[in-house]
Antibody, heavy 123, light 107 residues
Framework: QLLLQESGPGLAKPSETLSLTCAVS??????????WGWIRQPPGKGLEWIGT???????SYNPSLKSRVTISLDTSKNQFSLRLRSVTAADTAVYYC???????????????WGQGTLVTVSS | DIQMTQSPSSLSASVGDRVTITCRAS??????LAWYQQKPGQVPKLLIY???TLQSGVPTRFSGSGSGTDFTLTISSLQPEDVATYYC?????????FGPGTTVDIK
């Protein structure tokens, strides 16, 4: 059974860096089959794709966030992380980590999601 | 970048009604289209991928169709437990953009 669990501070100050970690159990983040991603959802609003990281370390980011985002892997701990710099109140959201697969060259969507963690940006 | 739109933004229907939600991509995405269901206070759940393939465990009253730019999600007989917001998502290539969502409730 695959489980993903987000962790990190629930409060960030404006202009600082938001840092979250997603611990993965039941699958190896070093597998070439999977991509690991972050999605966020501001209170009362829709879903926004932030980006993904592949086992090789290659990344894809939402163009609207690209200048501020870094997603990285920690294979020793089987977890991956999100860093979002220079946050403002507009970055207040529930942040989800999730997994998607690529099988025989065919991309698949996010099928496993963490429970999400609310991060509030406020002084 | 490809933009995703959904219509309607919300709908209200009676139990047993057939419900259809439309998703449109600004450019062709083949069949790289997923539908998610998010019930109030819950995590999004994958319902359909590859435009029409039902995810394991999803009730068969849900179905998807379409290819290219125009897609639909159909609930053949609306049930009370289907009250939720439904999102489409393109995943052909980054960015994997979500649609704005369609909220379904019971009349």
């Amino acid at each position: 059974q695959l489980l993903l669990q987000e962790s990190g501070p629930g409060l960030a100050k404006p202009s600082e860096t938001l840092s979250l970690t997603c611990a993965v159990s039941g699958a190896s983040i070093s597998s070439s089959t999977y991509y690991w991603g972050w999605i966020r959802q501001p209170p009362g609003k829709g879903l926004e794709w932030i980006g993904t990281v592949y086992y090789s370390g290659s990344t894809s980011y939402n163009p609207s966030l690209k200048s501020r985002v870094t997603i990285s892997l920690d294979t020793s701990k089987n977890q991956f992380s999100l860093r979002l710099r220079s946050v403002t109140a507009a970055d207040t959201a529930v942040y989800y980590c999730a997994r998607r697969a690529q099988v025989m060259g065919i991309r698949l969507p996010f099928d496993y999601w963490g429970q999400g963690t609310l991060v509030t940006v406020s002084s | 970048d490809i933009q995703m739109t959904q219509s309607p933004s919300s709908l209200s229907a009676s139990v047993g009604d057939r419900v259809t939600i439309t998703c449109r991509a600004s450019q062709g995405i083949s069949d790289y289209l997923a539908w998610y269901q998010q019930k109030p206070g819950q995590v999004p759940k994958l319902l359909i991928y590859a435009a029409s393939t039902l995810q394991s465990g999803v009730p068969t009253r849900f179905s998807g169709s379409g290819s290219g730019t125009d897609f639909t999600l159909t609930i053949s007989s609306l049930q009370p437990e289907d009250v939720a917001t439904y999102y489409c998502q393109k995943y052909d290539s980054a960015p994997d953009t979500f649609g704005p969502g369609t909220t379904v409730d019971i009349k």
